[in-house]
C-alpha cells in the first residue's frame, strides 16, 4: 500500500469529497457497495455554494473561484436539466466570491467563507497557482456572463488583493475549445483549439506562438503522465485505459499499449452491478510519475458510485514482451505483469464506493479532480 501523505480531492456537479488515498479498499459484498470514507465533504445545494467551481491548495487552505449557483427546485423532477438563478442575497448568477476553507479543522465539512471578488465574474474558471499567487481564467460557458472583462485575473492570498491581467486574444471563444492550462518555465501556456498561446509572466504579454500548432495535436491524446514529456493515458468507454507514446519531433503517437483493470476491481464492479462514465473520468497529478484516477457512476439503484484507484508509472528498460497487462505488480516474480509495450503501472490503492442517490441526472461525471500534499 502507498504511505504518501495528501488527500485527494474530487468533485461532481453538486459536492466536493476529500478523501485519503492510502485508506482505499475495494469491499463489495452481497452487491452492495460501502459509503466513502471522506476526511471531508460538501453538498452545494445545502451549503448556498456555487457549482463547477475552480479550486486550488495552499498550504492548509482551500481556495475556492467562480462557479454558478442553481435552483433546487429544478431538481425535483430528475428529466430536468438544472436552471441558473440569482440566490436570495441578490449575488449574480456567475459567482465572482473566492472562498477559503481550513483543511486542518475537525468538522467533517468544508467551512467555506468569502475572502474577496474577482473584478468579474467566471463560471467553470481554470486555476493555476504560480509563485504563490493564483491565476485565474475564465472557461468556456453558454452564459455570456463568463466572458465579462476582465477574463483573467490574479488573486494574492496573501495580500487578499485580485488584480485584472491583460486580456487574452482568445475571447469569447466560439466553441468549447479551452483544454489546457498550464505554466512551463516563467510562462503560462493556453491551448485554444489548434493554437497555442504564452503569457510571460514578466512582462505580462500574451503571444501566439505560431510554429507549435501540429505541436497542439499532442494534448488531444489525454493525460499527460507528470515526470514524463512524451507518455499520455486516456481510457475508452469499456474501461480499457489506453498509454500512448508521443514522438517529440513529428507529435505523432509511436506506440499504444493496453492496459485492463486488476481483476479484483472488475468482480466487484459487476457484483456491484456497477455502470461507470469511463469517456468523463479525471486523472489527478499526484507528484512525479505518480497519477490518480477518478471514474463516477451508478448502480442498479441509480445511487453515485466513484471508483478511485492511483498507481505509479515508470517506462520498461528490459526487453519487452507480450503479456496480459493490469494494474498491479506480480510481486511473487518481482516483475510487473503489464510489460507489454513501454510502460508498467503499478498499482497503489483502489476504492469503489456509494455516495448515495444522484439529486440530478448530470451528476454522471467527475468535474474536477486534485490532490494535496502533507494533508
Not at 187 to 213: D, G, H, M, Q
Not at 325 to 341: F, H, I, M, Q, R
Not at 355 to 368: F, H, K, M, N, Y
Request: a neutral charge.
Amino acid at each position: 500500500m502507498s504511505k504518501e501523505k495528501g488527500l485527494l480531492f474530487f468533485g461532481t456537479a453538486f459536492r466536493l469529497v476529500a478523501i485519503d488515498p492510502t485508506e482505499m479498499r475495494i469491499v463489495v459484498k452481497d452487491g452492495k457497495v460501502p459509503p466513502i470514507p471522506a476526511r471531508k465533504s460538501v453538498n452545494y445545494l445545502d451549503a448556498g455554494l456555487p457549482h463547477c467551481a475552480g479550486y486550488a491548495v495552499q498550504g492548509s487552505n482551500l481556495y475556492m473561484m467562480g462557479g454558478h449557483w442553481m435552483r433546487k427546485e429544478a431538481l425535483d423532477d430528475p428529466r430536468k436539466i438544472p436552471n441558473v438563478e440569482s440566490p436570495a442575497d441578490g449575488e449574480a448568477v456567475i459567482n465572482s466570491n473566492v472562498y477559503v476553507a481550513d483543511l486542518t479543522t475537525k468538522s467533517m465539512e468544508f467551512e467555506f467563507s468569502a475572502v474577496c471578488k474577482t473584478n468579474a465574474p467566471k463560471n467553470k474558471p481554470k486555476v493555476l497557482e504560480v509563485e504563490s499567487k493564483l491565476y485565474v481564467m475564465s472557461n468556456f460557458s453558454h452564459m455570456p456572463e463568463s466572458y465579462d472583462t476582465p477574463t483573467f485575473e490574479v488573486y494574492d492570498p496573501n495580500t487578499n488583493i485580485v488584480e485584472a491581467l491583460p486580456e487574452p486574444p482568445f475571447f469569447p471563444p466560439a466553441f468549447d475549445d479551452q483544454r489546457w492550462f498550464g505554466k512551463l518555465g516563467e510562462k503560462i501556456f493556453v491551448r485554444t483549439k489548434n493554437l497555442l498561446y504564452c503569457y510571460k509572466l514578466e512582462t505580462k504579454r500574451w503571444s501566439l506562438i505560431p510554429t507549435a500548432t501540429r505541436h497542439i495535436k499532442v494534448f488531444r491524446l489525454g493525460f499527460l503522465v507528470p515526470g514524463f514529456g512524451d507518455v499520455f493515458l486516456k481510457f475508452h468507454n469499456n474501461g480499457v485505459l489506453w498509454a500512448y507514446l508521443a514522438d517529440p519531433i513529428y507529435v505523432m503517437p509511436m506506440e499504444d499499449q493496453e492496459f485492463k483493470l486488476e481483476e479484483e476491481a472488475q468482480k466487484a464492479m459487476i457484483e456491484g452491478k456497477i455502470h461507470l462514465q469511463w469517456d468523463k473520468a479525471k486523472f489527478v497529478r499526484m507528484g512525479k510519475f505518480r497519477v490518480g484516477a477518478v471514474v463516477a457512476g451508478e448502480d442498479m439503484d441509480k445511487n453515485l458510485v466513484v471508483f478511485i484507484f492511483t498507481f505509479v508509472a515508470s517506462k520498461v528498460d528490459w526487453p519487452r514482451s507480450r503479456v496480459d497487462p493490469y494494474l498491479l505488480s506480480d510481486e511473487a516474480n518481482g516483475v510487473p505483469k503489464n510489460t507489454s509495450y513501454f510502460l508498467s503501472l503499478t498499482c497503489l490503492n483502489m476504492g469503489i464506493y456509494n455516495l448515495g442517490p444522484r439529486p440530478s441526472l448530470q451528476e454522471d461525471a467527475i468535474v474536477t479532480a486534485f490532490f494535496a500534499e502533507n494533508l
